[in-house]
């Protein structure tokens, strides 16, 4: 079983940065992708980013060039690094690891940006 926890949520303010960390448990082989999704208030869920098995990463149009996801593997750790953030980023932020088989989320972190 495949457990994921986030952090690294919190208040803001435009332009700024913050970074988030999804700590993983549980043994995960074969192609996997991860990646982090978020949810505003009143919206659906949407894709971020995504990291998969071979290194290749995607990148929603609307964070491409501010936001960059990375994995620590010794760590087993999927971070992302947002810069530049704008009010429309706020939102709860969720982990996801697909393997393809197995669909796996992590309970969340808020992320607000406000002055």
């Known amino acids: 079983q495949v457990q994921l926890v986030e952090s690294g949520g919190g208040l803001v303010q435009p332009g700024g940065s913050l970074t988030l960390s999804c700590a993983a448990s549980g043994s995960i082989v074969g192609f996997v992708v991860r990646g982090w999704y978020r949810q505003a208030p009143g919206k659906q869920r949407e894709l971020v980013a995504t990291?998969?098995?071979?290194?290749?990463?995607n990148y929603a149009a609307s964070v491409k060039g501010r936001f960059t996801i990375s994995r620590d593997s010794a760590k087993n750790t999927l971070y992302l690094q947002m810069n530049g953030l704008r009010p429309e980023d706020t939102a709860v932020y969720y982990c996801n690891v697909n393997t393809g088989r197995r669909n796996y989320w992590g309970q969340g972190t808020q992320v607000t940006v406000s002055s």
């Open positions: 990291l998969n098995s071979g290194g290749m990463t």
